[in-house]
Structure formats: structure tokens, C-alpha cells
């Protein structure tokens, strides 16, 4: 049975399962959501992705290509109580051609940035 629309979001927000099959089944609903059709990413969310880069569960390209992915979505939007840094974290890593590459460093300070405490990193 095919996933809904929120459950698809919902995994693609967590990066719960390969990228590239999520994004292939988000591709199946319309562009512009309906009502009660959009999710709200959350600095927990947001740094729980950034934590699972720093203890090696995600590759850097992975959380690029997940940034890459949620940005344009109309049916995703910052939570409302961090919206600037929420969006400008997803800004920076969508782009990291003209910004900063992403590396534990970077990574550690944004999870800091957005109010929660980095895991131990594994690369040292």
C-alpha cells in the first residue's frame, strides 16, 4: 500500500529510508498541497539529521541531497518559532557551492545553533 502524502513528508523530514525512493513518491502527489497537506520542519528534526551525519549514520552528500530535497517543497515549511534559522540552515546546506562545506564542525554548529547538544562526532 502506498504511502499518504504526510507519512512520504514525514520520512523524507527524517531522512527515514533511501532519499531517492522517497522523493520518487512525493513526486506522485500534486506540487501545490492541500489543506492539512504540509509538515512543519523542526529545529529537533532538523539537528536530529545533523546528529546522525556526525555519528556516521548519514553521509555528507546524503544530508546535501535531503537538504537539496526539502527546500523547494511547498508542502514543508520551517517551524514557525525558528523559521529564519531553520530555513537559512536548509539554505546553506542546499548550496554549499557558495557557502560552507558541510564537516563535523559545521555540523556540531548548527546543532548547537538551533538548541541542542551535538552528539559525540565520529570522527573525532
Do not use: C
Amino acid at each position: 500500500m502506498a504511502r499518504s502524502r504526510q507519512e512520504a513528508l514525514s520520512a523524507l523530514l527524517r531522512a527515514a529510508g533511501p532519499l531517492r525512493g522517497i522523493a520518487d513518491e512525493l513526486d506522485h502527489f500534486p506540487q501545490e498541497p492541500g489543506p492539512g497537506e504540509t509538515l512543519e520542519l523542526t529545529r529537533s528534526t532538523a539537528a536530529g539529521v545533523l546528529a546522525r551525519y556526525l555519528i556516521g549514520d548519514l553521509t555528507a552528500t546524503a544530508v546535501t541531497d535531503w537538504a537539496r530535497l526539502i527546500e523547494p517543497r511547498f508542502d514543508v515549511v520551517p517551524e514557525r518559532a525558528a523559521r529564519a534559522e531553520v530555513a537559512r540552515l536548509l539554505y546553506e546546506l542546499a548550496n554549499q557551492s557558495i557557502g560552507e562545506p558541510l564537516t563535523p564542525a559545521y555540523a556540531q554548529k548548527w546543532i548547537r545553533r538551533l538548541g541542542h547538544e551535538p552528539p559525540r562526532s565520529m570522527f573525532g
